[in-house]
Structures are given as C-alpha cells and as structure tokens.
C-alpha cells in the first residue's frame, strides 16, 4: 500500500464539470502539495498547503489534517485542465515529499 | 526570473553507455533534488543536496548512478553503463532549503532518457 494513494486513477468528464481528485496519506506530513503535469511537460505546482483551504482561480485546494485527506476541485473544468494531477506529501522525518501515483484527468469539449 | 532548466530535453541512448544529464536551479536554491519518474507513476526520489553536499543519496537505485553540485548550483546527474531499465524522465526540483519546515519545490521540465 502506498503511503500516498489519490483517487481516481483515471478521470474523464465534459467541459463544465465539476471535478473532484482526492488524496489520503497514512504517513505524518507537514504539508501537501498539489502538482500538474501536462503531457510530454514538465510539473507545475498548484498549491502547497498545510491546513484550510486554497483557492486559485477554478481551481480549489483542502486538507483535513485529522483525517489524513487533501482533496483538488476543479470547477467549470475546461479540456487545456486535462493532465496529470499529482499529490505529495512532504515528511519532515525523512526530508522528503512523498508522491502519490497520480490522477489523469481528460476534459472533453 | 528563470524557473529551474534541464538538459536535454531528450536522450537517446545505447545500452551500456555512459550519459551525463544536467540541472540548472533557480538562482538562490540552495536545496536541489533529482527524481525518476517512470510511465504512469510518480516521481520517485533519487538524491538531494544541500548546497554542495549530499544530504541524502538513499534513492539512488545503485553504484552505476552518482551526483554531483561541486559550485552549489548546477548539477549533473551522471549514469554509468546505462541499461533499458533507466529509461525514464528524470526531474530535478530546487527550493530555498531543505531544513525545517518544508520549503516548495520548483520542478524542472525533465529530461526524457531512453536507452535502446
């Protein structure tokens, strides 16, 4: 089992939709951090957070630090959103990020 | 100001060569990380330093990999007798530091190997 898992792995939708991806880790993390990667691309990071909630344009970010769940919104997603979405955690006992095996995300018009 | 850089961008290699693959950081980072990512999985951690030394080469997979950041900045990731098995993109990241409370990551654009 990995100490990172997200959910789903695969994801399609039509434009418009709301989509949710989630991410639950069984490790102590001090913060997680939501990345993007495009095909052929390199990763972009789309938020880092360590409680609460971010909000980044369409796209929306939160943690539940006691139950050990992140998730990623997108709304009103549109076919450029598809890619990959990656979470990691980062564990401050080992120094590093932890990363999930990613969600692949494609938006058809 | 410039994001993290890599190259090349692709290597095509033979099996058994030797490849040299090279990050450039953000300016200022003292933290530097190489990553492997295979097909459909996530990054998976190799080495990282702190400034010029390594603080942790625990995910290098064996001896046929090593590392090196002799100024602090650059950094070459360099693979002896390379074999199919490294076909992958390798990613580097560098943050502020690595200490303490976790400092964001800023990924390169990888460089694809893939060994014949």
């Known amino acids: 089992k990995n100490e990172v898992e997200q959910s789903p792995q695969n994801l399609t939708a039509q434009e418009g939709e709301f989509i949710t991806i989630n991410c639950s880790y069984s490790v102590g993390i001090s913060a997680l951090h939501w990345l993007q990667q495009h095909p052929g691309g390199g990763i972009v990071s789309l938020f880092m957070l360590s409680s609460g909630k971010k909000k980044h344009g369409r796209l929306i970010a939160t943690i539940n630090i006691q139950e050990k769940h992140s998730s990623l919104h997108i709304t009103a997603s549109h076919p450029r959103d598809s890619a990959v979405y990656i979470c990691?955690?980062?564990?401050?006992?080992?120094?590093?990020?932890?990363f999930g095996t990613g969600t692949r995300l494609q938006v058809f018009p | 100001g410039a994001g993290v850089s890599q190259t090349p961008s692709n290597k095509v290699t033979e099996k058994g060569k030797y490849v040299e693959l090279r990050c450039d950081p953000i300016s200022g980072h003292t933290a530097l990380y190489w990553y492997r990512q295979s097909l459909g999985q996530g990054p998976e951690f190799l080495i990282y330093f702190q400034g010029t030394g390594a603080a942790d080469d625990s995910g290098l997979p064996n001896d046929r990999f090593f590392a090196v950041r002799p100024e602090g900045s650059v950094s070459t990731l360099k693979i002896q007798r390379t074999e199919r098995g490294d076909s992958a993109v390798y990613l580097c990241?560098?943050?502020?530091?690595?200490?303490?409370?976790?400092?964001?990551?800023?990924f390169g654009p990888g460089t694809r190997l893939t060994v014949l």
């Open positions: 990241a560098s943050s502020l530091s690595f200490r303490g409370d976790y400092n964001e990551q800023f």
């Open positions: 990691a955690g980062f564990s401050p006992n080992t120094d590093k990020l932890i």
